[in-house]
């Protein structure tokens, strides 16, 4: 039990034991009742049907929709690194001391984060090739991401640095440190520390947002489901098994993030070697009384 | 600019459906938001689970996967909306998620003690959540729950890939017929500028108006 659950409720006595049981019920009852729906309408209209369910079970589908999440992966990694840098650039420009610098990215950052992902794709699409500007489609796809994608990390990056305690950077310029290393010596690498699981769940989002691929006919995780189903016309089955990968590596790095969040954005061996230097845990009898 | 004139009527009728479905799923998902904060703080282990499980499901899948899986994978198995109705229900059902978790983070911002105090008087749960609880948790995270609205605005131009003709459907249409993407799709994009401006001052306002400075 911690605080947020304890904040509504006591320890239950016996009458709220008697209400948790039935509340219980009735929620296994609904849960229940949904599924049973669920099943129903899947057996009415016969894809229940084992045969239906049965090419899910072969590895030339898994090897198509593996090959379709390993291009979302790419497009998310390609995504991830540029839309970090980009947005590292524009944060430290928004922070900078050069006002018309301070400006720029201000205006990128605030426009960027306004406009929707999907008019972007329709820009690199129908808009950039009538100048000449034909992307590869793997570039389609992730250029309009970047754009976007580098607004939010920006975003994150800036009030990281701006969390930070300004008694870091004070003690760095009083030390004799340039602006330019007060930033790149003391205050990138506490913040980037603190910022870890707000990256990672940024990834999520960046990850999710490939499926724009779909728009694009890039031949991520979504869009070969699609080009999957229409081949084999096993709608419902091939989009919930695409449902069900996204979700298994989502909430993976969800769970990463939280993890880091715990850990206070350590990850790795440091907790583990702390422990290792510590003296040997004083034994039963030598407890000093 | 010629571009844009001539279609008025269109990219008109693109920015009204555009405010519908965001006003429609802004109100959807608060209220799903609300039944999923509870449930994931209600005294039930069973209840709290299934919050947990919806909050997991839905932050976790992307909003096109889902909103493909409802329109185009949902009528095989008999369950069919009108195009508009699904797209709202989804998105509602999808921003619901991020909404609870945002609410929840307010109700945590609510001190203990006016737990305590509305238990001690012999309000229920119920009670004490309606006229305890949330009216200070919801007014702690108004600022964040404006967040979430100007991305669930943004996400309402993924209807488009449905078949939803809204504002960037429409931009989309006028564009293939003017071959004028600069013109046409600036002003989408200024479009969607202003309407998350909107959002952003009447978030400011009912701060301003409602938040409670400890």
Same mark, same amino acid.
């Given at each position: 039990?911690?605080?947020?659950?304890?904040?509504?409720?006591?320890?239950?006595?016996?009458?709220?034991?008697?209400?948790?049981?039935?509340? %219980?019920?009735?929620?296994?009852?609904?849960?229940?009742?949904?599924?049973?729906?669920?099943?129903?309408?899947?057996?009415?209209?016969?894809?229940?049907?084992?045969?239906?369910?049965?090419?899910?079970?072969?590895?030339?589908?898994?090897?198509?929709?593996?090959?379709?999440?390993?291009?979302?992966?790419?497009?998310?990694?390609? %995504?991830?690194?540029?839309?970090?840098?980009?947005?590292?650039?524009?944060?430290?420009?928004?922070?900078?001391?050069?006002?018309?610098?301070?400006?720029?990215?201000?205006?990128?950052?605030?426009?960027?984060?306004?406009?929707?992902?999907?008019?972007?794709?329709?820009?690199?699409?129908?808009?950039?090739?009538?100048?000449?500007?034909?992307?590869?489609?793997?570039?389609?796809?992730?250029?309009?991401?970047?754009?976007?994608?580098?607004?939010?990390?920006?975003?994150?990056?800036?009030?990281?640095?701006?969390?930070?305690?300004?008694?870091?950077?004070?003690?760095?310029?009083?030390?004799?440190?340039?602006?330019?290393?007060?930033?790149?010596?003391?205050?990138?690498?506490?913040?980037?520390?603190?910022?870890?699981?707000?990256?990672?769940?940024?990834?999520?989002?960046?990850?999710?947002?490939?499926?724009?691929?779909?728009?694009?006919?890039?031949?991520?995780?979504?869009?070969?489901?699609?080009?999957?189903?229409?081949?084999?016309?096993?709608?419902?089955?091939?989009?919930?098994?695409?449902?069900?990968?996204?979700?298994?590596?989502?909430?993976?790095?969800?769970?990463?993030?939280?993890?880091?969040?715990?850990?206070?954005?350590?990850?790795?061996?440091?907790?583990?070697?702390?422990?290792?230097?510590?003296?040997?845990?004083?034994?039963?009898?030598?407890?000093?009384? | /600019?010629?571009?844009?004139?001539?279609?008025?009527?269109?990219?008109?009728?693109?920015?009204?459906?555009?405010?519908?479905?965001?006003?429609?799923?802004?109100?959807?998902? /608060?209220?799903?938001?609300?039944?999923?904060?509870?449930?994931?703080?209600?005294?039930?282990?069973?209840?709290? =689970?299934? *919050?947990?499980?919806?909050?997991?499901?839905?932050?976790?899948?992307?909003?096109?996967?889902?909103?493909?899986?409802?329109?185009?994978?949902?009528?095989?198995?008999?369950?069919?909306?009108?195009?508009?109705?699904?797209?709202?229900?989804?998105?509602?059902?999808?921003?619901?998620?991020?909404? $609870?978790?945002?609410?929840?983070? *307010?109700?945590?911002?609510? *001190?203990? *003690?006016?737990?305590?105090? $509305?238990?001690?008087?012999?309000?229920?749960?119920?009670?004490?959540?309606?006229?305890?609880?949330?009216?200070?948790?919801?007014?702690?995270?108004?600022?964040?729950?404006?967040?979430?609205?100007? =991305?669930?605005? /943004?996400?309402?131009?993924? =209807?488009?890939?449905?078949?939803?003709?809204?504002?960037?459907?429409?931009?989309?249409?006028?564009?293939?017929?003017?071959?004028?993407?600069?013109?046409?799709?600036?002003?989408?994009?200024?479009?969607? /500028?202003?309407? =998350?401006?909107?959002?952003?001052?009447?978030?400011?306002?009912?701060?301003?108006?409602?938040?409670?400075?400890?």
């Amino acid at each position: 039990m911690n605080k947020t659950q304890q904040i509504l409720f006591d320890e239950p006595g016996p009458r709220a034991q008697r209400r948790i049981r039935i509340a %219980t019920v009735l929620g296994a009852v609904g849960l229940a009742g949904a599924l049973a729906a669920a099943v129903y309408q899947f057996a009415s209209h016969g894809e229940l049907a084992a045969d239906r369910w049965e090419p899910f079970t072969t590895w030339p589908i898994w090897r198509y929709l593996l090959n379709g999440l390993w291009a979302t992966l790419r497009a998310a990694a390609a %995504t991830a690194v540029l839309s970090a840098a980009l947005g590292l650039i524009l944060a430290l420009g928004r922070l900078s001391t050069h006002r018309p610098l301070r400006w720029l990215a201000g205006a990128y950052v605030e426009i960027f984060r306004t406009v929707p992902t999907l008019l972007l794709i329709y820009v690199t699409l129908f808009a950039l090739p009538q100048y000449g500007l034909n992307f590869p489609l793997f570039w389609k796809l992730v250029v309009p991401l970047v754009v976007s994608n580098s607004a939010a990390f920006a975003e994150i990056f800036r009030s990281g640095i701006l969390a930070l305690d300004r008694g870091q950077t004070e003690a760095g310029l009083a030390v004799g440190l340039r602006r330019g290393q007060v930033m790149a010596l003391v205050v990138l690498p506490q913040a980037l520390l603190q910022l870890a699981p707000s990256l990672v769940s940024q990834l999520v989002g960046l990850l999710k947002d490939t499926s724009l691929g779909f728009v694009v006919s890039y031949t991520e995780l979504l869009y070969s489901g699609q080009v999957l189903a229409s081949y084999t016309h096993l709608l419902i089955q091939t989009f919930l098994v695409v449902a069900l990968i996204y979700l298994v590596v989502n909430a993976s790095l969800s769970k990463f993030a939280r993890v880091l969040q715990a850990r206070n954005g350590r990850f790795g061996g440091r907790r583990g070697r702390r422990t290792a230097e510590l003296p040997p845990p004083l034994l039963e009898g030598n407890t000093p009384r | /600019m010629e571009a844009l004139t001539a279609h008025l009527s269109q990219l008109g009728h693109g920015l009204v459906t555009t405010v519908e479905l965001t006003v429609v799923t802004t109100v959807g998902a /608060m209220l799903l938001g609300i039944v999923v904060a509870t449930l994931r703080i209600a005294p039930v282990p069973l209840l709290r =689970a299934i *919050g947990t499980a919806y909050v997991e499901v839905f932050q976790n899948l992307p909003l096109l996967a889902l909103l493909v899986l409802f329109v185009f994978a949902l009528p095989t198995i008999g369950i069919t909306f009108p195009l508009f109705t699904s797209a709202a229900i989804v998105i509602a059902v999808y921003e619901g998620a991020y909404l $609870a978790e945002a609410i929840r983070a *307010g109700i945590n911002t609510v *001190g203990v *003690g006016q737990a305590e105090a $509305a238990r001690a008087i012999g309000l229920t749960f119920g009670q004490s959540l309606r006229h305890v609880i949330l009216p200070q948790g919801l007014r702690a995270v108004i600022q964040p729950i404006g967040n979430i609205c100007i =991305a669930l605005l /943004m996400n309402t131009s993924l =209807a488009a890939a449905v078949g939803v003709v809204e504002l960037t459907q429409a931009a989309n249409n006028v564009n293939l017929v003017e071959a004028q993407p600069i013109a046409v799709f600036t002003g989408a994009g200024l479009a969607y /500028m202003l309407l =998350a401006l909107i959002i952003g001052q009447v978030t400011g306002l009912l701060e301003r108006r409602l938040a409670i400075v400890r």
